[in-house]
């Protein structure tokens, strides 16, 4: 038995005639090719909708959409499964999703991760691969794409509920692999919280937790009797131009579960199997953030540092002058200068506020559904 399973893919302006033209050759090739016929069956995160319609939700952050014509490419490559549980899944709305969908089962590419309504979007998936029972569940982190009872979109990760749908799938199957699309975009370790939450998937049968999202490689942690990769980079997603998207790994699943990785690299507008002294890098960066995380304290400190980097900008936005013209011709005059005077602005009992907005679970319930109101 092998398994593959690859991270996010897009069909983009630069790369979506590669993927009409079924021309995989140019989009992954011939040793990736290779290693995909030779595989049993290949799992990856599909992160736009499929559909020829333009009708982008109200977000933030840029609305995906790549045209059906590019399933020819993804049905090229031999995808087997697609999670479906992402940020972007619902970018064209009810529509973009529902041609999906369509689309992948008239092509017979199965999927997981979404649904009409939240029912069928947490459904689990189950493949008997060579005798071996393997479940997959898919969920998200909640931004906009996110199903609820009477909406379509994707499975919401849900610390009452998603633990058990995966206590109950370890009871019918062999293996379980959790795909959870979250954590912070180009960030290469795991918060804190994020840490707990896979380890606790991990305590409920998954025996491998793999999070997508965050478009770079991260670190791997061998908990209990599970393992926990912390993001895995992109597969083919030629629009992301961080140095961090350069590279990224597909993880290999074998007979018993071992697991291993392929270091990918970034090739024009595809990707090619990292080779010589790049995939010796590129595994070596990856081991060496793995080792790093065992480290007590290490993750909390990490984490630490990095927060204030984010503040500044979830700042500015609560504060409403991120867009308006004068603050933002001001803030070039000054070099910056006039975004840390805007968030130095707030007093102390103004932050405390705020973190208990935040913080607390009754506050951050009614910010949500006011905001949904509004």
């Known amino acids: 038995m092998s398994i593959i399973i690859g991270a996010d893919i897009v069909p983009t302006e630069r ?19 290779q290693i ?9 995160n599909l992160e736009t909708p499929l559909t ?25 490559l031999g995808v087997d499964l697609f999670t479906l549980a992402n940020n972007h899944i619902m970018d064209q709305g009810e529509t973009g999703l529902t041609s999906t969908i369509n689309l992948l089962k008239k092509n017979e590419i199965s999927y997981l991760g979404a649904g009409e309504n939240l029912e069928q979007a947490r ?12 479940g997959f569940y898919a969920c ?26 995966v206590v109950a799938l370890k009871a019918e199957c062999d293996f379980v692999v959790v795909l959870y699309h979250g954590g912070k975009e180009y960030y290469q370790y795991p918060s804190p919280m994020l840490q707990k939450v896979c380890r606790k998937f991990v305590e409920k049968g998954a025996d491998l937790v ?20 912390y993001g895995q980079g992109n597969f083919l997603f030629d629009d992301c131009v961080n140095p961090f998207a350069e590279h990224s790994l597909l ?35 990856f081991k060496i953030r793995s080792e790093q995380i065992k480290e007590d304290g290490f993750i909390l400190k990490e984490f630490a540092k990095f927060a204030p980097s984010m503040l500044q900008n ?54 949500i559904e006011g905001l949904l109101k509004k």
């Open 123 to 134: 459904k689990p998936f189950v493949k008997n691969i060579k005798g071996k029972r393997i």
């Open 52 to 76: 020829n319609d333009v009708a982008p939700i109200d977000k933030c952050g840029p609305a995906l959409r790549a045209d059906c014509s590019t399933i020819l490419g993804i049905k090229k």
């Open 140 to 165: 998200a982190e909640h931004e906009f794409s996110i199903a609820s009872e009477n909406n379509a979109g994707g499975n919401p990760f849900d610390a009452l509920e998603s633990f058990d749908h």
């Open 210 to 229: 793999v999070c997508q999202h965050s478009h770079c490689i991260g670190c791997e942690e061998k908990y209990a009797e599970g393992t926990i990769v």
């Open 15 to 33: 790369n979506s005639s590669y993927f009409e033209k079924e021309n995989i050759e140019y989009l992954v090739g011939s040793d990736l090719i």
């Open 36 to 44: 995909f016929k030779d595989t049993d069956y290949r799992v990856f």
């Open 314 to 367: 979830y700042l500015i936005v609560c504060s409403g002058f991120r867009h308006r013209i004068i603050c933002r011709i001001l803030n070039r005059l000054t070099h910056g200068r006039i975004v840390k005077k805007l968030t130095s602005a707030y007093s102390k009992d103004e932050l405390l506020a705020l973190r208990n907005f935040i913080e607390c679970e009754a506050h951050r319930e009614l910010w």
């Open 251 to 285: 993880i290999k699943i074998e007979d018993d579960f071992s697991i291993n990785y392929l270091p990918l690299v970034k090739f024009e507008n595809g990707v090619r199997l990292a080779t010589g002294d790049d995939a010796e890098k590129i595994i070596d960066a």
